[in-house]
């Protein structure tokens, strides 16, 4: 399976999904003119990555900002990992939420996402 490396850019964020590590990671800004276009991709990766997927998963989101439109993709991708978590019980999923020192808007967003996903989401603080 092919690895998806984006690199970002002042609109969209950098991405790279690793098969065979099993990290996720999107980091930066996410404004694209259009998400869905944007994170179809994304999603059509881990749809075929839960086919056979590691036994560690680990999301990364190190984001400083993202739009209302995002947050729906991001959403989204919150809701496949969960998939992945229901579809294989014995794989281990992890999702870590980064955010800046002192960002409240950040933090609080990751902490709406986890009351929405039947997931541990780890809040991390980058000092």
Request: charged share 30%; net charge negative; glycine share 6%.
């Amino acid at each position: 399976m092919e690895n998806i490396h984006i690199e970002g850019s002042v609109r969209t964020p950098y991405v790279h999904f690793d098969a065979n590590s099993g990290r996720l990671e999107v980091a930066g800004r996410s404004i694209p003119e259009n998400s869905i276009t944007f994170y179809k991709p994304l999603f059509d990766w881990l749809d075929s990555y839960m086919e056979t997927p590691k036994e560690e998963t680990t999301m990364v989101f190190n984001l400083e900002y993202f739009n209302t439109a995002s947050s729906k993709c991001i959403l989204d991708l919150l809701r496949k990992l969960e998939q992945l978590k229901e579809k294989h019980g014995s794989k281990l999923v992890k999702v870590k939420w980064m955010f800046d020192e002192g960002d409240e808007d950040m933090e609080e967003s990751g902490g709406d996402f986890k009351s929405l996903i039947n997931l541990d989401i780890e809040l991390i603080e980058k000092g």
